[in-house]
């Protein structure tokens, strides 16, 4: 029996009034910033606010190989597939600098026969893609991939900027190159497709060249400069050249030198590639937290001293509302401990409900999105409720109120964290028994770690419902502090053996209680005859832990035996864009469906309609996809990846096989599509290994379980009751 921890001993406990300080410096942090947390201009004025440096001047300029201080070069190696596309181009037949400019630049704007001007939010490897496939991207997205590979090339090139709003998020970038045969920077409009030169000559102008003669009144209908196409065969970004002088000169006071070209340097870091396909703001910020993101330095001038005073002026405010802002949230996290509530000592002998269940608060995730956690998170709470329990959730990944929150990168965290502690210390304080579910990495430090304390402080028991794959690798590389919170647990409870093993490696017990299976929702149908038709069906997350690229090479062998055949991989995540390109270079395009997540109210009836389930990934625990598939009576393939052959037995439930290993797949699953009676077997051993999970067998185990971290309470009660 593992001892439960009930806080505290009674006595009396100084209070300080830390919730309402640190909702005040919350508040105070939201107010600072407030004029500049609508839009995304006003999101990436406070990024370059917090990336500004120094003032900078015509004095300044330099000629490589010369490196100014401070100037961030690129140093590392070009990704190898933008370095590939360098060489097809075959740079080194061209006689100078500028003639592989514009070969790079004919690369980008004629690989796609039109131009969506939408902001691409990836790695430089998906803009690329994006550019020269869909004809996708704005000016920041060709710039970027145009400075990678004249990286790639040999090139020296650097980049500018202009602003129409006070060096927010209105304006344009270009870029300059290093021409090392004339000695002489040159700019280019690689976005809009130009170049600019004198009247009458066709040396193309540097950067300040052009702002010089801008400024002078130049360009356009007095013909001292004129514009010329950077790659003559390819669109212009201004059909009308007066219109494109007009959009120069209006921002001709506002340039800007972002200080580095180190956009490979930028784009591997590691907070960069969290926010990587779905904020650009967020990938910015990531830069600026990792250390690699440039500096803004304002080519100062009087017309523009105002604006560069408002600026820092917005730095100023993020700096200090982001110091509010981190208070006010330790403030709220320590709250708990520094005003923590009279002891209270449970009922002596109180009886659980008459349901048989005591008071449970839930924290976990619901869907959407559907994955394994939260779709038994989800079934777990309807189940209790059903059975007359008194359920409260407390949920970690509930909807941002108000929902433009989510839009705020750092901001969004506070307003979703603050409402989920306050909540936490709320409903706990009304519970009998906390059950967490909890995973690896950040969801264990930002959910799970502050349950197990709110509800040490709060007295009450805490059961750990721990699942993930990866459990041993986060365990090992973890603070000391998680295992010691994890050890503190009135009980850890996992669904498989596996896990089991794990937490006896790191010196703690665990029970076993095993996932919930919906009979109802997940039920044998009428066996289909596939005959050489069948339909394959993953159902796992896009995700590399996944490996759906080893499914789809072996449905490729599968397919070759048998034309009709077809696949559905039923999930969503990052790999998406990666996996169609594999489909489409095997030639699989007509037979491979990506229908994306499917709800877990309507996923039987793909199983319905599966005559195989694949399961490729190379790290699990209890893959609630399996036992759905078992349930489903649809035979599977599985790795034997973590703890799956707990799970299933091979050549009994399921066939498994080496993990990442294709053909090994392709030859079960082959296998089985050739030996009805094989997959009749295993279809009736996987239907009956399924009912095991079914709730009234699984029942009994929480019920216990419950009662178990309840038991030293009732005994610590019956003393405090003694005379």
Not at 231 to 251: M, N, T
């Amino acid at each position: 029996m593992l001892v439960s921890r009930t806080g505290p001993a009674p006595g009396r406990a100084r209070r300080w009034p830390t919730r309402s300080l640190g909702l005040a410096l919350l508040v105070l942090a939201v107010a600072l910033m407030w004029p500049n947390l609508f839009g995304g201009t006003e999101h990436v004025r406070i990024r370059h606010a917090l990336q500004l440096g120094p003032d900078w001047s015509e004095a300044e300029d330099w000629k490589p190989p010369r490196r100014p201080a401070g100037y961030r070069f690129e140093t590392v190696a070009a990704d190898p597939r933008l370095a590939q596309v360098v060489r097809r181009l075959e740079l080194d037949r061209q006689p100078d600098d500028w003639s592989r400019a514009q070969a790079i630049g004919r690369h980008l704007l004629t690989s796609a026969p039109t131009l969506v001007g939408n902001p691409i939010q990836s790695d430089l490897w998906e803009t690329h893609e994006g550019i020269v496939r869909r004809g996708e991207g704005y000016c920041g997205d060709f710039v970027r991939v145009f400075q990678a590979l004249a990286h790639a090339a040999g090139l020296t090139v650097r980049p500018w900027a202009f602003s129409f709003d006070g060096f927010g998020g209105h304006g344009h970038i270009w870029v300059e190159l290093w021409n090392s045969q004339q000695q002489r920077w040159q700019l280019i409009d690689i976005f809009d497709n130009f170049h600019f030169v004198k009247a009458g000559s066709e040396e193309p102008l540097s950067a300040l060249q052009l702002r010089r003669a801008l400024l002078d009144g130049a360009g356009g209908g007095g013909r001292v400069l004129e514009l010329r196409r950077f790659v003559p065969e390819a669109r212009p970004g201004y059909d009308i050249e007066a219109k494109a002088w007009e959009y120069y000169r209006r921002g001709v006071d506002q340039w800007f030198l972002p200080y580095g070209n180190n956009v490979f340097s930028v784009d591997a870091a590691p907070a960069v590639k969290a926010f990587s396909g779905w904020s650009r703001i967020g990938e910015g910020l990531g830069a600026l937290v990792s250390g690699r993101a440039p500096a803004i330095r304002i080519l100062a001038s009087d017309r523009n001293a105002g604006q560069r005073a408002e600026l820092r002026a917005v730095r100023l405010r993020a700096f200090a509302a982001l110091a509010s802002g981190l208070l006010g949230m330790l403030a709220l996290l320590l709250s708990p401990w520094l005003s923590p509530p009279a002891p209270r000592a449970p009922a002596p002998g109180r009886p659980a409900g008459s349901s048989g269940w005591p008071r449970v608060c839930i924290v976990g995730p619901l869907p959407p999105p559907s994955g394994g956690m939260a779709n038994q998170c989800e079934q777990l709470l309807r189940l209790l409720r059903e059975d007359g329990a008194r359920v409260a959730l407390v949920r970690t990944n509930a909807p941002y109120r108000p929902a433009w929150a989510e839009k705020v990168p750092v901001l969004r965290a506070a307003f979703r964290i603050v409402p989920y502690a306050w909540t936490l210390w709320r409903t706990i304080g009304q519970a009998e028994v906390v059950h967490v579910f909890a995973n690896s990495g950040w969801a264990w430090h930002l959910f799970a770690f502050p349950a197990l304390l709110v509800g040490r402080w709060r007295g009450v028991p805490v059961i750990v419902n721990y699942r993930g794959g990866q459990a041993d690798d986060f365990f090992r590389r973890a603070p000391r502090w998680v295992l010691a919170a994890l050890r503190n647990a009135a009980k850890r409870v996992t669904p498989s053996p596996f896990l089991v093993r794990v937490f006896a490696a790191h010196g703690m017990d665990a029970e076993i209680i095993p996932n919930i299976i919906d009979t109802q929702r997940f039920h044998p149908r009428e066996p289909r005859v596939a005959a050489t038709e069948p339909h394959v069906i993953v159902t796992r997350n896009l995700e590399p832990i996944y490996d759906i690229p080893t499914a789809i090479r072996a449905f490729a062998t599968i397919r070759a035996r048998h034309p009709g055949a077809r696949l559905t991989v039923a999930g969503s995540g990052p790999q998406q864009g990666e996996l169609e390109r594999l489909v489409v270079d095997m030639g699989l395009t007509q037979a491979v469906r990506f229908s994306g997540r499917i709800d877990n109210a309507r996923i039987g009836e793909l199983y319905a309609g599966a005559d195989l389930v694949l399961n490729p990934s190379t790290a699990d625990n209890m893959p609630i996809s399996i036992l759905e598939a078992l349930a489903s009576g649809v035979p599977v393939v599985t790795t034997s990846a973590g703890g799956i052959p707990d799970l299933v037995q091979d050549g009994h439930t399921a066939l498994i096989v080496p993990v990442g290993d294709a053909e090994a797949m392709a030859a079960a699953a082959l296998r089985l599509l050739a030996d009805p009676a094989l997959a009749w077997r295993l279809r009736a051993a996987g239907v009956r290994e399924a009912a095991r999970y079914a709730w009234p067998q699984v029942r009994a185990l929480w019920q216990q379980a419950y009662q178990d971290v309840l038991a030293p309470r009732a005994v610590q009660a019956q003393g405090l009751a003694a005379p």
